[in-house]
């Protein structure tokens, strides 16, 4: 059941992206901004992840 639900909403996330992406404007600014974006979004959920799990408890 929790796999059926996990790749329907990753289908979601895949569709809406690509809905994003194939607009003009959001286009350009990833062509021009992604490299730089993607990196730090990623740190920026990592780093989330750490803290918000504790692993930076004493």
Not at 5 to 10: M, S
Not at 26 to 45: F, M, N, T
Request: with cysteine.
């Amino acid at each position: 059941m929790f796999a059926a639900v996990f790749l329907a909403l990753v289908a979601v996330w895949c569709v809406v992206g690509r809905f994003f992406a194939a607009r003009p404007v959001v286009a350009r600014a990833l062509a021009r901004w992604g490299h730089v974006v993607l990196p730090v979004v990623l740190v920026g959920i990592g780093l989330l992840i750490l803290i918000e799990g504790g692993a930076f408890g004493l």
